[in-house]
């Protein structure tokens, strides 16, 4: 079984930036690849950034590209998302995802191919 805890959420004025960690528990987070995805009331919950379990390839959402960036240690087991030019349009609920599959070369995109999943933690960007 594997736990996912989300932390560094907040809130934030437009063009500030976030950290987002996400801590796992288990013995092989490192051969699964990560994901970050966001909620907001009414919408679906849409993907935001991916990377693959080496952390050498990563993936990101239209809306975030070139602002966001995510990375991983291993060691550590976590997984993080630096949020960087916040507009107020990323206010969401933040949630990590570990993939279904171990030691793909490609990160999904879409939520169902991910199985675990963490609480969340809010970010609220003031503009």
């Known amino acids: 079984q594997v736990q996912l805890v989300e932390s560094g959420g907040g809130l934030v004025q437009a063009g500030g930036s976030l950290r987002l960690s996400c801590a796992a528990s288990?013995?092989?987070?490192?051969?699964?690849?990560m994901g970050w995805f966001r909620h907001t009331p009414g919408k679906e919950r849409e993907f935001v950034a991916a990377?693959?379990?080496?952390?050498?390839?990563?993936y990101y959402g239209d809306s975030v590209k070139g602002r966001f960036t995510i990375s991983r240690d291993n060691a550590k087991n976590t997984v993080h998302l630096q949020m960087n030019s916040l507009k107020p349009e990323d206010t969401a609920v933040y949630y990590c995802?570990?993939?279904?599959?171990?030691?793909?070369?490609?990160?999904?995109?879409?939520?169902?191919?991910?199985?675990?999943w963490g609480q969340g933690t809010q970010v609220t960007v003031s503009s």
């Open positions: 995802a570990v993939d279904r599959s171990p030691y793909r070369g490609v990160a999904a995109t879409t939520r169902s191919e991910y199985d675990y």
């Open positions: 990377i693959t379990w080496g952390g050498s390839r990563t």
């Open positions: 288990g013995r092989f987070f490192s051969i699964y690849n």
